[in-house]
């Protein structure tokens, strides 16, 4: 690969919380070496007012996340994408568009926050447990020697990566 940042784009059906708190980590965490992007397959318009809560109590940077289509990232001019993480059941099922550049994909299916219901700390409480899993998968994508791992060993650990980091008491 030359030397520019790995594109990464976490996609969600609504593209208002998981995929969104995930751009916003990697591209604070990534040090310069990850550029991430976020869509979804049916974006809902606008970021989640908890999760941009969330991030910007938690020192991430928000002034950049909008809700979009993931057909944005398919047009020729779009960033080529070096990896596409989905991060829900749902648009992990759905039929994507054909990246430019076959990046390698994986499923980090997280728990949707935004659909918790009750009382207020319990939704909150749902939102920083999506973040907190969030957080971990991405420390250990960041932590995996990409440059001395080859395509199919890349597929296996991001597959990995996607079964770790649930809160304690999550279902596995």
Known sequence: ???????VLFICTGNSARSLMAEAVLNQLGGGRFRA??????PAGRPHPMALELLERNRYDTSTLRSKSWDEFAQPDAPEMDFVLTVCD??????CPVWPGQPISAHWGVEDPAAATGPEDKRRQAFNDALLVLSRRIAIFLALPLDKLDRLALQRELGRIGLSGKPAGAAA
């Open 1 to 7: 690969m030359e030397n520019r940042p790995y594109n």
């Open 37 to 42: 992007f976020s869509a979804g397959s049916q």
């Open 90 to 95: 749902k648009a992990a099922g759905e039929v």
